[in-house]
C-alpha cells in the first residue's frame, strides 16, 4: 500500500552543485525502482543550521515528496544514514494529515460562512407600549412622532443576582 511521505534531508555544504543534483537523482532513482512516485523535488538551498550538526553550521536543504510502501522508506533511510554527504534527515508520512485536513476541509465547507451573507438592516420598532397608550395611539398617529433612541428607551428587566420575587418557595 503506497502512502505519501516527505523525507526533508540537509546536505553538507562543501559538497558541489553538480554532487547534489547527483545524490538527488540517486535517491530519486531508489525510490522509482523500488516501486514508489516521486511527486516532487524542492532544493531549498543553503541555510543556517539552528546548531552546529556534524561540526557545520549550514547545509543544503532538500523536501522529497514521494508515494511509496513503508518498505522501501526504510530503504530510503538507511540509505541517508550510511551517506556521507547527508548530515541529517526527517522523514513525515503525510496520508493521515492530509485526511484529517480534507475532513476538516469538507466540514468547514458545509457550514455557511456569515461574511457571505448579504446584511439586512431591519428597521428598529418602537418600544412597546402599555395598554393606556395604545389605546391613545390611533388619535395621536397624525401627529409626527419623535424617533426612540435605544439609549433613551426604557429598560424593561434589569438582571440582578437575587431569586425573583414571586418564586414560589421552596
Do not use: C, W
Not at 129 to 146: I, N
Amino acid at each position: 500500500m503506497n502512502r505519501t511521505y516527505e523525507i526533508m534531508f540537509i546536505v553538507r555544504p562543501d559538497v558541489e552543485e553538480a554532487d547534489l543534483e547527483k545524490l538527488i537523482e540517486g535517491f530519486s532513482a531508489n525510490v522509482t525502482n523500488g516501486g514508489g512516485e516521486i511527486k516532487s523535488v524542492e532544493k531549498m538551498g543553503r541555510r543556517r543550521l539552528a546548531y552546529t550538526v556534524r561540526k557545520f553550521n549550514d547545509g543544503f536543504y532538500v523536501l522529497l515528496t514521494i508515494a511509496a510502501a513503508g518498505s522501501l522508506i526504510a530503504e530510503i533511510e538507511r540509505r541517508l544514514r550510511v551517506s556521507e554527504q547527508v548530515i541529517k534527515f526527517i522523514t513525515v508520512r503525510m496520508d493521515e494529515e492530509e485526511k484529517r485536513l480534507a475532513k476538516v476541509k469538507a466540514i468547514r465547507d458545509t457550514k455557511v460562512k456569515r461574511s457571505a451573507q448579504p446584511v439586512a438592516h431591519t428597521p428598529q420598532a418602537p418600544a412597546a407600549a402599555p395598554d393606556a397608550e395604545a389605546a391613545a395611539a390611533p388619535a395621536a398617529a397624525a401627529e409626527p412622532e419623535e424617533e426612540v433612541t435605544p439609549a433613551a428607551a426604557p429598560v424593561a428587566a434589569v438582571a440582578s443576582d437575587a431569586p425573583p420575587e414571586n418564586a414560589a418557595a421552596v
